[in-house]
C-alpha cells in the first residue's frame, strides 16, 4: 500500500481520497425512502400527518394554507434540501417578503445539512444560500419585479405568499418555465385578493392543495389561543382558523361578489 502510494502524483492521490469518501454522507439509502421517512430516521423530525403529506407530495405545483406556528418552515426546509440532495444540479429559489425571511428558511436547511455531515458552502454572490457538492443549491432572492433577471430555477418557493406582491410572483414564476420546474406556495391566509387568495380559490386541478389549521396542530397553547381570540376575532380567525377575512372597511365581501357574477341572469 505505501509503495503504491509512492508512486503516485498528487492529484491521483487526491482523486483516491476522494473516491473513498461518500458524496452524500449520512443519505446512501435515502433514495428509497419518502422525504417524510429520511427527515425522521436522519434528523429526528417526526412530521404530523399534514406536515409528511407536504413532505412527501410529488406535486409540480403544490400550495400549502396553513395557521401561523404550523412548522412550515421547517417542513419546507426539508422538502428542499431533500430534493436538492437526490437530484443533482438542482437550482432552488426562495422569495419571501423580505429577503431576510426567506433567509431564515435556508438557515434551516443549513443546518440540517451541517447534521448530515455536509460543509456549509455559499452560492457565490447569494449572502443567504448553500451549495451543495451534486451541484444543486438554494438560495434566497429580493422582492423585487427585478428579481427574475438572470435566474433559471427547477423549483420556485415562495413563502409567505400571500404578502408577496402580485408583480413579484408573476416576474418571479417565469425561472422555472424552461426547466418545466415546480412551484411550493406556502402561507397564512390574508386579504381575499391577490395571486395566493385567486390560486387556492381557483378550480385549476394542476395544484395540489394542503388546508391545514390549529386542530391539526394540538401542541399549541390553549390558553394562549384563547387569548388571541379574545384579542381580537377577526386576527384569530385569519391566523388560526386559516380564513381569508375580509377587512372591517370594505362594504361587500369577495364570496358575495363572486355569488352575483355566478348567479347573473342569461338572456
Known amino acids: ?78 422538502k428542499a434540501l431533500h ?15 423580505t429577503k431576510l425571511q426567506a433567509g431564515i428558511l435556508i438557515n434551516r436547511a443549513c443546518n440540517f445539512a451541517a447534521r448530515l455531515g455536509y460543509k456549509i458552502r455559499r452560492v457565490l454572490g447569494h449572502q443567504f444560500s448553500l451549495q451543495l457538492p451534486n451541484g444543486s443549491h438554494i438560495f434566497a432572492v429580493a422582492h423585487s419585479e427585478d428579481t427574475s433577471v438572470g435566474n433559471t430555477a427547477n423549483v420556485l418557493i415562495v413563502d409567505e405568499a400571500a404578502l408577496v406582491k402580485d408583480e413579484v410572483y408573476f416576474s418571479v414564476s417565469p425561472a422555472i418555465g424552461r426547466t418545466h420546474g415546480a412551484i411550493w406556495l406556502m ?11 385567486n390560486i387556492w380559490h381557483n378550480k385549476d386541478k394542476r395544484w395540489h392543495r394542503i388546508f391545514s389549521t390549529i386542530k391539526d396542530c394540538p401542541e399549541i397553547d390553549p390558553d394562549f389561543l384563547d387569548m388571541q381570540r379574545r384579542a381580537d376575532e377577526t386576527k384569530y380567525r385569519q391566523d388560526f382558523l386559516c380564513e381569508f377575512v375580509q377587512p372591517a372597511n370594505r362594504l361587500f365581501s369577495r364570496e358575495l361578489l363572486d355569488s352575483m357574477y355566478e348567479s347573473k341572469p342569461t338572456r
Open 1 to 78: 500500500m505505501e509503495t503504491t502510494f509512492c508512486r503516485m502524483g498528487g492529484i491521483q492521490f487526491l482523486e483516491l481520497m476522494r473516491s473513498m469518501v461518500p458524496e452524500r454522507p449520512d443519505t446512501e439509502a435515502a433514495d428509497t425512502q419518502k422525504p417524510s421517512e429520511w427527515a425522521q430516521k436522519l434528523l429526528a423530525f417526526t412530521p404530523s400527518a399534514k406536515q409528511a403529506e407536504v413532505l412527501d407530495v410529488d406535486a409540480k405545483y403544490m400550495i400549502l394554507c396553513c395557521n401561523r406556528q404550523w412548522g412550515k418552515t421547517t417542513t419546507i426546509a426539508l
Open 83 to 97: 430534493r436538492a440532495l437526490m437530484i443533482k444540479d438542482q437550482s432552488i429559489v426562495i422569495i419571501s417578503r
Open 187 to 197: 402561507s397564512t391566509p390574508r386579504r381575499q385578493a391577490g395571486f395566493f387568495h
